[in-house]
Structure formats: structure tokens, C-alpha cells
């Protein structure tokens, strides 16, 4: 189903900006976050992405105010909150189990929190009505929880959300309850509906295919650390460290080690070859060489490419690609090769070449 996002009375909340300072949050003996500096533009649509654990949830917890951190500071729109409760954040949060009253219909749902501000009743039905026609849930109005798909609850909770027209939508993982398929409606469906309301929103997502597809920029999290923050194609064009890189996208990681010759710089990879180290690059001390599946050819080797001798290990048909996993040295990489109709394919323990531009390889470390 479409959002009607063009025939309902819509919040006219300004997008307020987040500003994030020297967060640090533990649980007793364990740091969770550490140091935390972030700045979100006013009607971004950012993500925190990373693995279970990684404190993205914890520092959404925090933003809405259910989390008390040690250290730092945390403004919405210019005003500190970290020490408001958080019914006074004007914050709209929709969690990951969607936290439907069973026994209460759609419309009773949406209206809860505008009941329990206290709303005059005429306001409070003509939000429910404008939310409902929002999500495209107006004949669902008197159904229960239990009656609907999930797609159809995730929108419920999303519609009481909006309802009390926050300033700021936090979306704690709230694709992860859905099938394939409709993981996948229903983004677009949040991506047009947050395009429409203007709305600051965050979205925590383990999903790095989610995060690249519905957000603008994305920081990414590990061990209680903000890794990187950038938009979705800076991200996996040019990660900071290994971690990044393998994290968004499928990453090739060959290690080996920096020699000099008398052609300039080249990074041997052990059994296999060198590739010269372009001129002005700098490659640290340990730093892997890291490329991503397409930027190599397989069997042949282009202009400018550097050939590295490898050994077909097993092979993978994705529809539009076949995966390549061909042995380099001591590590198997993967390569992608555009698949056509009468492709002879190259058979498992086929020796062959594989063609590498220098410049599409990046030298990173942990």
C-alpha cells in the first residue's frame, strides 16, 4: 500500500538540528559510549548504523531520554535536554516492538498520547484522522493490533508517533519485525513520508542495505565509537579503517606489505603479486590492501591493471552477477562479474588472472 502523504494535514513542526557533545554513557564497569561528537542538520534523515551492541540504541535511548549519560551534552534545536524527562523533549520515538495497547483500536492507539496531553477532543480526532490518512490506515480505524499485518502495525506506530507532532522522529530498528519484501515497501514509504514532513529523523539500523537506501548520512558505530560519519556513497567509496569497509559492502581484504623498488613503491601480496602504490599515497604501518568485488575483471586483465595470479575457488549465481571466489595467495577474494544468457562460466579450480587498477584499491587499517 502507498502512504497518502499529499491529502493529510501535516505537522508544521521546523526541523530542529542535533547537536551531540562529549557523550559518554557506562553501565557500571562497562563503557558503552565513549566519546561521543555528532551534528545532525535539521530535517536529515541520519542513521546509526552498526553491529548488536555497538551503542547506537543506547545513544537514541539517550536522545529520547531514556538513557542518563555521565558526560557530555545533547541539544535539540539549541536547547539542552540531556536533563529533561522525556515527556518534555517533544521527541517522538517508534520502537522496535511497536508497543501497540492490544485491547485498544487503531484510531484509540493513535489518540493515546494526545489523550494523555490532554488534548480538547476536536483536536484530538482531527490529528487522528490526519495521521491515519497519512500512513493509509483510515479503514484499519477500528480494527485491533491483532488484526493487522505487521507492516500495517509498524504504521500504526509510526502514525501515533507523528500524531503529537514532535520535533525530532527517532525510528529505533522499526524494519526488523518485516519480511523481505515488505522491509523493503516499507523504507521507500519512510523515506517519502520523512521527505514530506521535513522532519529531523534518526534510524538505528544493524541493516547497512537500509541505511544506504533511506538516508542521507550515516555514522557508523563500533564498540561504543562513532567509526565514520558521511553519506552512504562517501561511506563505501572511501572508508576510514577495515571496519568500515567491510562493514558497508562486501570488501576484498589482501594482506601484505609495502617494498620499494626501482619503479617507485609496490604492495606485494605473498604468492601472488604486486600492485604499485600510486605516487602520493600513504600507506601506514600494517595497513591491508582493500578493493570491492567489481572493481576487478577476472580472466583478463585491462589497460593499466596490474595481474594477480589466482586459482578459482567456488563461484556463486546472484541473478545479475556471478560471485567469483578466487584464490589469492593465503585469502580468498570475491569478484563480481555481470551475468549474461549463454555465459560459459568458469569452473572451480580454474587457473586464472585477476586485473587490478591501483587506483581503485584502498590501503586501510584497523
Given at each position: 500500500?502507498?502512504l497518502d502523504i499529499?491529502?493529510?494535514?501535516?505537522?508544521?513542526?521546523?526541523?530542529?538540528?542535533?547537536?551531540?557533545?562529549?557523550?559518554?554513557?557506562?553501565?557500571?564497569?562497562?563503557?558503552?559510549?565513549?566519546?561521543?561528537?555528532?551534528?545532525?542538520?535539521?530535517?536529515?534523515?541520519?542513521?546509526?548504523?552498526?553491529?548488536?551492541?555497538?551503542?547506537?540504541?543506547?545513544?537514541?535511548?539517550?536522545?529520547?531520554?531514556?538513557?542518563?549519560?555521565?558526560?557530555?551534552?545533547?541539544?535539540?534545536?539549541?536547547?539542552?535536554?540531556?536533563?529533561?524527562?522525556?515527556?518534555?523533549?517533544?521527541?517522538?520515538?517508534?520502537?522496535?516492538?511497536?508497543?501497540?495497547?492490544?485491547?485498544?483500536?487503531?484510531?484509540?492507539?493513535?489518540?493515546?498520547?494526545?489523550?494523555?496531553?490532554?488534548?480538547?477532543r476536536k483536536e484530538?480526532?482531527?490529528?487522528?484522522?490526519?495521521?491515519?490518512?497519512?500512513?493509509?490506515?483510515?479503514?484499519?480505524?477500528?480494527?485491533?493490533?491483532?488484526?493487522?499485518?505487521?507492516?500495517?502495525?509498524?504504521?500504526?506506530?509510526?502514525?501515533?508517533?507523528?500524531?503529537?507532532?514532535?520535533?525530532?522522529?527517532?525510528?529505533?530498528?522499526?524494519?526488523?519485525?518485516?519480511?523481505?519484501?515488505?522491509?523493503?515497501?516499507?523504507?521507500?514509504?519512510?523515506?517519502?513520508?520523512?521527505?514530506?514532513?521535513?522532519?529531523?529523523?534518526?534510524?538505528?539500523?544493524?541493516?547497512?542495505?537500509?541505511?544506504?537506501?533511506?538516508?542521507?548520512?550515516?555514522?557508523?558505530?563500533?564498540?561504543?565509537?562513532?567509526?565514520?560519519?558521511?553519506?552512504?556513497?562517501?561511506?563505501?567509496?572511501?572508508?576510514?579503517?577495515?571496519?568500515?569497509?567491510?562493514?558497508?559492502?562486501?570488501?576484498?581484504?589482501?594482506?601484505?606489505?609495502?617494498?620499494?623498488?626501482?619503479?617507485?613503491?609496490?604492495?606485494?601480496?605473498?604468492?601472488?603479486?604486486?600492485?604499485?602504490?600510486?605516487?602520493?599515497?600513504?600507506?601506514?604501518?600494517?595497513?591491508?590492501?582493500?578493493?570491492?568485488?567489481?572493481?576487478?575483471?577476472?580472466?583478463?586483465?585491462?589497460?593499466?591493471?596490474?595481474?594477480?595470479?589466482?586459482?578459482?575457488?567456488?563461484?556463486?549465481?546472484?541473478?545479475?552477477?556471478?560471485?567469483?571466489?578466487?584464490?589469492?595467495?593465503?585469502?580468498t577474494v570475491l569478484?563480481?562479474?555481470?551475468?549474461?544468457?549463454?555465459?560459459?562460466?568458469?569452473?572451480?579450480?580454474?587457473?586464472?588472472?585477476?586485473?587490478?587498477?591501483?587506483?581503485?584499491?584502498?590501503?586501510?587499517?584497523?
Open positions: 500500500m502507498t499529499n491529502s493529510a494535514a501535516l505537522p508544521t513542526t521546523p526541523a530542529k538540528a542535533i547537536s551531540i557533545r562529549d557523550v559518554n554513557l557506562s553501565y557500571g564497569a562497562v563503557h558503552v559510549l565513549k566519546d561521543i561528537c555528532l551534528d545532525i542538520k535539521p530535517g536529515e534523515f541520519f542513521a546509526f548504523l552498526g553491529p548488536s551492541g555497538c551503542g547506537k540504541t543506547t545513544l537514541l535511548r539517550l536522545i529520547a531520554g531514556f538513557n542518563v549519560a555521565q558526560q557530555g551534552k545533547v541539544e535539540i534545536g539549541g536547547a539542552d535536554v540531556l536533563d529533561m524527562p522525556p515527556w518534555k523533549r517533544d521527541v517522538g520515538m517508534v520502537f522496535q516492538s511497536y508497543a501497540l495497547w492490544p485491547h485498544m483500536t487503531v484510531a484509540r492507539n493513535v489518540a493515546f498520547g494526545l489523550e494523555e496531553r490532554k488534548l480538547p484530538v480526532d482531527k490529528r487522528v484522522k490526519a495521521a491515519l490518512e497519512l500512513v493509509g490506515l483510515t479503514h484499519l480505524a477500528d480494527r485491533r493490533p491483532a488484526q493487522l499485518s505487521g507492516g500495517q502495525q509498524q504504521r500504526v506506530a509510526l502514525a501515533r508517533t507523528i500524531a503529537i507532532e514532535p520535533k525530532v522522529l527517532l525510528l529505533d530498528e522499526p524494519l526488523s519485525n518485516l519480511d523481505a519484501k515488505m522491509r523493503v515497501e516499507v523504507r521507500r514509504e519512510l523515506r517519502d513520508l520523512q521527505q514530506r514532513l521535513k522532519l529531523t529523523t534518526i534510524f538505528v539500523t544493524h541493516d547497512q542495505e537500509e541505511a544506504n537506501t533511506v538516508c542521507d548520512r550515516i555514522a557508523v558505530f563500533n564498540e561504543g565509537r562513532i567509526q565514520q560519519v558521511g553519506t552512504p556513497m562517501s561511506l563505501y567509496e572511501k572508508p576510514a579503517n577495515l571496519f568500515v569497509a567491510s562493514f558497508l559492502g562486501t570488501a576484498n581484504i589482501l594482506d601484505g606489505h609495502v617494498e620499494d623498488t626501482p619503479d617507485g613503491r609496490v604492495f606485494v601480496v605473498e604468492g601472488a603479486g604486486s600492485i604499485p602504490v600510486p605516487e602520493g599515497t600513504k600507506v601506514a604501518q600494517g595497513a591491508k590492501l582493500v578493493f570491492r568485488p567489481q572493481y576487478a575483471t577476472i580472466g583478463h586483465t585491462e589497460e593499466g591493471a596490474v595481474a594477480l595470479e589466482g586459482t578459482i575457488a567456488h563461484r556463486e549465481f546472484l541473478g545479475a552477477i556471478i560471485r567469483y571466489g578466487v584464490q589469492i595467495g593465503t585469502a569478484i563480481d562479474v555481470p551475468f549474461y544468457t549463454g555465459d560459459t562460466l568458469l569452473e572451480p579450480g580454474t587457473a586464472t588472472v585477476l586485473g587490478l587498477q591501483p587506483s581503485a584499491a584502498l590501503w586501510l587499517t584497523e
